[in-house]
T-cell receptor, first 118, second 113 residues
Framework: AQKVTQAQTEISVVEKEDVTLDCVYETRDTTYYLFWYKQPPSGELVFLIRRNSFDEQNEISGRYSWNFQKSTSSFNFTITASQVVDSAVYFCALSEDFYGGSQGNLIFGKGTKLSVKP | DTAVSQTPKYLVTQMGNDKSIKCEQNLGHDTMYWYKQDSKKFLKIMFSYNNKELIINETVPNRFSPKSPDKAHLNLHINSLELGDSAVYFC????????????FGPGTRLTVT
């Protein structure tokens, strides 16, 4: 069965601190995809990143970085020098290979609410 | 141009009514989805359409029915609304189901009184 666990329900930091959001996933498939989405207070869901199971290379995009480790089934997200505008709920999600028999939908974790205080 | 749009953004209605939420995407994607976000922010798939065929039908009540007049539209019809249907409903689209990122509409906040 597929599952995504975000153990941190809420995190509060002060601006300019670094923060890491944890994500642990479960899947039996060898081909799968991992995602992070951001949901700011305005409510929309914003796509941040996608990784496939064959690409364990870490990625950096500005102040954002992602660490994918298959050995620990984790896909963690780090924000460096956090800003007030980073305050949001962040969701980690998993999907499996549709052409391998999966239904292809996103399975979301319960989200981590990040509050960045000035 | 908005990639995935939904109307209405807010919907307040009484128990027992029938309502629809419309979704349109202009990304040329082949797959569209409906997700429900409950009061605890938990997101769960309801339906998806790939090339106008239903490929997921989770354990949602049959009062909910998706209708896709064409590849760019996936509407959600809800009959006999109940208090427990109050939630935010998100439409999304992607090119390939599973493999590609999904782009979400702004959400429709449904309140049933």
């Amino acid at each position: 069965a597929q599952k995504v666990t975000q153990a941190q329900t809420e995190i509060s930091v002060v601006e300019k601190e670094d923060v890491t959001l944890d994500c642990v996933y479960e899947t039996r498939d060898t081909t799968y995809y991992l995602f992070w989405y951001k949901q700011p207070p305005s409510g929309e869901l914003v796509f941040l990143i996608r990784r496939n199971s064959f690409d364990e290379q870490n990625e950096i995009s500005g102040r954002y970085s992602w660490n994918f480790q298959k050995s620990t089934s984790s896909f963690n997200f780090t924000i460096t020098a956090s800003q007030v505008v980073d305050s949001a709920v962040y969701f980690c999600a998993l999907s499996e290979d549709f052409y391998g028999g999966s239904q292809g939908n996103l399975i979301f974790g319960k989200g981590t609410k990040l509050s960045v205080k000035p | 141009d908005t990639a995935v749009s939904q109307t209405p953004k807010y919907l307040v209605t009484q128990m027992g009514n029938d309502k629809s939420i419309k979704c349109e995407q202009n990304l040329g994607h082949d797959t569209m989805y409906w997700y429900k976000q409950d009061s605890k922010k938990f997101l769960k798939i309801m339906f998806s359409y790939n090339n106008k065929e239903l490929i997921i039908n989770e354990t949602v009540p049959n009062r909910f029915s998706p209708k896709s007049p064409d590849k760019a539209h996936l509407n959600l019809h809800i009959n006999s609304l109940e208090l427990g249907d109050s939630a935010v409903y998100f439409c999304a689209s992607s090119q390939d189901p599973g493999a590609d990122e999904q782009y979400f509409g702004p959400g429709t906040r449904l309140t049933v009184t």
